[in-house]
């Protein structure tokens, strides 16, 4: 087998992996939190920024704020970027923006959740570890 058909073998079971994590998991501690702000904003080109705090304890490996946002059908989701967290214990805020590849977001109600979540590479695969979730309906405005 080559190198790259192992490589290859690898990473789809990475990305079964994630795709098999829980939707919504509980916070692994209490004490971590991620936060969302009550309004987000809508660029003229389309790019969304969304906002909040996070708060986590000890990591492993590289740790993330994602968030995406949702309108009208809960079932469509899209992902609004990503920022990278630092789990000192201590609160920071995170910004992300990302413009929705299809279905434009418009100005008014919408869902975010956003997640603080560690890939982990304990025994080789890198694996999901989630430090906080939180699912907030937002007003978006035109900036």
């Not at 968030?67 to 990278?84: A, E, F, M, Y």
């Not at 975010?112 to 982990?120: C, D, H, Q, R």
Request: net charge negative; proline share 8%; with cysteine.
């Amino acid at each position: 087998m080559s190198l790259r058909s192992v490589l290859g073998t690898a990473a789809g079971a990475a990305l079964l992996l994630l795709a098999a994590a829980p939707a919504a998991p509980a916070s692994a501690d209490p004490y971590e939190t991620v936060t969302v702000d009550p309004t987000g904003t809508i660029a003229p080109d389309g790019t969304v920024t969304l906002s909040g705090t996070y708060r986590c304890i000890g990591n492993s490996g590289a740790v993330f704020v994602s968030s995406s946002v949702s309108q009208k059908d809960p079932s469509v989701r899209h992902g609004i970027g990503g920022t990278r967290a630092v789990c000192d214990g201590m609160e920071h805020a995170w910004a992300n923006s990302g413009k929705p590849s299809s279905d434009p977001v418009t100005p008014g109600a919408a869902q975010v959740e956003a997640t603080v979540m560690e890939l982990s590479a304990s025994g080789g695969l890198p694996l999901p570890r989630f430090h906080a979730v939180q699912h907030q309906d937002v007003t978006l405005t035109q900036s």
